[in-house]
């Protein structure tokens, strides 16, 4: 299969404008007529409510797509670059080019916006591309293969669809780039596979997202905004869910009581018959999660929620309220619906707190207080960082999306992910004005000073020597 | 190796402590730095020319062209950008998310390490500390081991202008690089083989560190005589010093071989002959213009590619030897078999394979057979073979009409792709190279919609659908009512 895609891209199919625009308008046509079908296989998958596979599966990558037609010829055309004295006469450009046949390796949480929105990049920058899927949303993975073998161009795009041993197998071919989406311990899988054939890599990785509440906050919209970032967005299953909570002792009480008001509001008294999250992906992560909850010292910390129900795969939203540091549920990403609190003395130390630990993929703050703000987006690294909302970054498409240190590298979205599928090759035009002796042996102490005053764009020098007079 | 092992731990501890201590963020410290470096290359001029000598027979010119030249010119850039890069770029967002902000701010990834060449030992190890260093990091530097006159320099030289707490040195060769990889790094710069670029890239996934790796390949140079003919001159010059005139062709973008179309082929070393002499005299190991080989062990290899009978049969000019001097007389080979080791690896060394075709057009086919190289020179005119060359191959740089000279434009990323590379730098990609994009978005407290919560009904899936449409207009009818 590989060799065939390779032989399509040599043959020049997917570089053309016209080729790109085709893919990414079919891409466009799939969104709009097959939306029943995708919020149905993601139904079944997860449990996903309707307005979350509309909107952030659909819509996010309806509008990526359409990004993505309108600036592609702007992306296409090369960029000129300012030449300097040293290289008079010449002009430069940046032209960009695929890479050539390029892998996607997707998650489950967000099986098709994880899956095709990498795929727009790679097209739009003119690769071949081959997607992996997530063998966990089983049906949103067949229906993928499904869609795409019946609307894309199979000669260079193509889905294959398995587990372990089929991305094993794939990892073990020569890439032109691989991008993933997943956990940072098969990330570091993927890089080592990538280095045997010097592929560059994206890795969209995760980490413990936190957020930090100054009590200076508009209560009601922190709480509204934290719940439907977490439980409403795949019930906490998400990369940039909001994984803990750092706020003061005195303002934990109030805040508790803000979130509880708020969930019972969105999720009613019974919130394991709500139907509008999604649930546990599958019973390995159903029972990670108990495990989390279950730990000694962590289960009585619950102040709301803790309802399991393993046949149904439902875990009540959950919070918690300072549980020891080293726990299960403060040592891993939790990615799910349990929410812990820890409190502090000030809010001082939750800078501390959130350095201590591995850089995360995003770092919320709800404050009004100015300084607050720039000394936190300043001081803590992470790969993207929000003052006072949570998750609405990755819905616009001016930011770089992606993590740093263990949450990964590279970033997309926009015209990053055109970027990210791209090589950006410098071109120098020289003209055959004009040819110094300088760059000549046999080497002599003129030269030197002339190459010296052109160094330092000493003109003066540069005449003097020149005429003779240095 | 234990005393190493604790010196490399110490240096991490300390380094890293100083990057909390948040000093090197400071825009007024990284311009010290700079402008030390640049003292530190003026103040020492003779003696850097010396070890450069010492270590590679290079002549102080082209020690001051390709190396301190060349480094001061990075640093006065940085210092005069550094202010303009590192200010926030600020990001337009949707008018849906109206008042809310976003920008883009370039931070530092922390404690780095740089992994330097032994070619342009001075140049490949500051270059990449300048943009270390303008991007807020910590930085350790690994000199190699095969320019050990230029390592130690750099070893005495630096701790005594730059901040020793932020900026260290170390020398070794592979059992040091060893200890080092195996500790984690914030980010790891590497100039060397795709060989050991394999190597660090592996070592660097254990700690998902990202890395820059600048490797090397075969940069072709292809003659299209007809339509150069006029400047035939310039071209066989350029090429000539692009070939023999830096570091004996012992560079990542040395012209490694030359394509040129059958019938020319005879004309151009009738030309290539009188350049050499004109360049290097009647004995180039006496003319002290020519570096020499690094080492016995590179020498060795040299030989080794030219003792192959069928290479040596193709031998039309230079080809003498001199172990003892580590001296490789410029050579120039016609049609050497492409299945020999000379045809399928770097040569990184004074030898220069031409290679004829029939029809300059197959130059594009040959090229692609082979790994993607850091450059393709293309001597030419013909407005079709330049498309041809810049839309059917794949190199880091495409340089039209000149050899080499695309690495002092630092207005163009310099990096490779493929077996030749991955990352870029110099100029601002330099800074860029170091740093991590961190996207900064800012909402608002004053304003909410009740669309966007729980519970869901018909209505608020409509309005977040045209929201993400940005359909304005219906968005206000559907709050009117008067949209269904």
Known sequence: MLTELRRSFDAGVTRGYEWRITQLKKLLIICDNHEPEIVSALQDDLGKPELESSVYEVALLRNSIKLALKQLKDWMSPDKAKTSLTTFPASAEIVSEPLGVVLVISAWNYPFLLSLDPVVGAISAGNAVVLKPSELAPASSSLLAKLLEQYLDSSAVRVVEGAVSETTLLLEQKWDKIFYTGSSRIGRIIMMAAAKHLTPVVLELGGKSPVVIDSDTNLKITAKRIIVGKWGCNNGQACISPDYILTTKEYAPKLIDALKHELEAFYGKNPMESKDMSRIVNSNHFDRLSKMLEEKEVSEKIVYGGQKNKENLNIAPTILLDVPLDSLIMSEEIFGPLLPILTLNNLEESFDVIRSRPKPLAAYLFTQNQKLKERFATTVSAGGIVVNDIAVHLALHTLPFGGVGESGMGCYHGKFSFDAFSHKKAVLYKSFLGDSSIRYPPYSRGKIRLLKALVNSNFVELFKVLIGIA | ?484
């Open chain 2, 1 to 484: 190796m234990e005393a190493m092992k604790e010196t490399v731990e110490q240096s991490l501890r300390e380094m890293r402590e100083t990057f909390e201590s948040g000093r090197t963020r400071s825009v007024k410290w990284r311009k010290t730095q700079l402008g030390a470096i640049i003292e530190m290359v003026k103040d020492n001029e003779d003696k850097m020319c010396d070890v450069l000598f010492q270590d590679l027979g290079k002549h102080s010119t082209e020690a001051f062209r390709d190396e301190l030249g060349f480094v001061i010119r990075s640093a006065t850039t940085a210092l005069n950008c550094l202010d303009k890069w590192a200010v926030p770029k600020k990001s337009n967002l949707p008018l849906l998310f109206y008042p809310a902000k976003g920008q883009v701010v370039s931070e530092p990834y922390g404690t780095v390490l740089v992994l330097s060449s032994w070619n342009f030992p001075i140049s490949l190890s500051l270059d990449p500390l300048i943009g270390a260093i303008s991007a807020g990091n910590t930085v350790l530097l690994k000199a190699s081991e095969l320019s050990p006159n230029a390592s130690a320099f750099l070893a005495k030289a630096i701790p005594s202008y730059l901040d020793t707490k932020a900026i260290k040195v170390i020398e070794g060769g592979p059992d040091v690089a060893t200890i080092l990889l195996q500790h984690q790094w914030d980010k790891i710069f590497f100039t060397g083989s795709p060989r050991i670029g394999k190597i660090i890239m592996a070592a660097a996934a254990e700690h998902l560190t990202p890395v820059t790796l600048e490797l090397g390949g075969k940069c072709p140079t292809i003659i299209d005589h007809r339509s150069v003919s006029k400047d035939m001159k310039s071209v066989v010059k350029r090429i000539s010093g692009g070939k023999w005139g830096s570091c004996s062709g012992q560079a990542c973008i040395a012209v490694d071989y030359v394509l040129v179309e059958q019938s020319f082929a005879s004309s151009l070393i009738d030309m290539l002959k009188p350049t050499i002499k004109s360049f290097f005299g009647e004995n180039p190991k006496e003319s002290g213009c020519l570096s020499r080989i690094v080492s016995k062990k590179h020498f060795q290899r040299l030989s080794r590619l030219l003792n192959d009978p069928r290479v040596q049969a193709s031998i039309v000019y230079g080809g003498s030897m001199d172990e003892e001097k580590l001296y490789v007389e410029p050579t120039i080979l016609l049609d050497p078999p492409l299945d020999s080791e000379i045809m399928n690896e770097e040569i990184f060394g004074p030898i220069l394979p031409i290679i004829t075709l029939r029809d300059i057009q197959e130059s594009i086919g040959f090229i692609k057979s082979k790994p993607k190289p850091l450059a393709i020179y293309a001597f030419t005119k013909d407005e079709n073979l330049k498309t041809r060359i810049l839309s059917e191959t794949s190199s880091g740089s495409v340089t039209f009409n000149d050899v080499m000279i695309q690495y002092m434009c630092d207005a163009l990323p310099f990096g490779g792709v493929g077996e030749s590379g991955i990352g870029r730098y110099h100029g601002k990609y330099s800074f860029e190279c170091f740093s991590h994009e961190k996207a900064i978005m800012e909402g608002s407290l004053a304003m909410d919609l009740e669309a966007r919560y729980p519970p869901w009904n018909s209505f608020k899936l409509k309005f977040i659908r045209l929201a993400f449409r940005e359909a304005y207009f219906k968005l206000i009818l559907l709050m009117l009512g008067l949209k269904k």
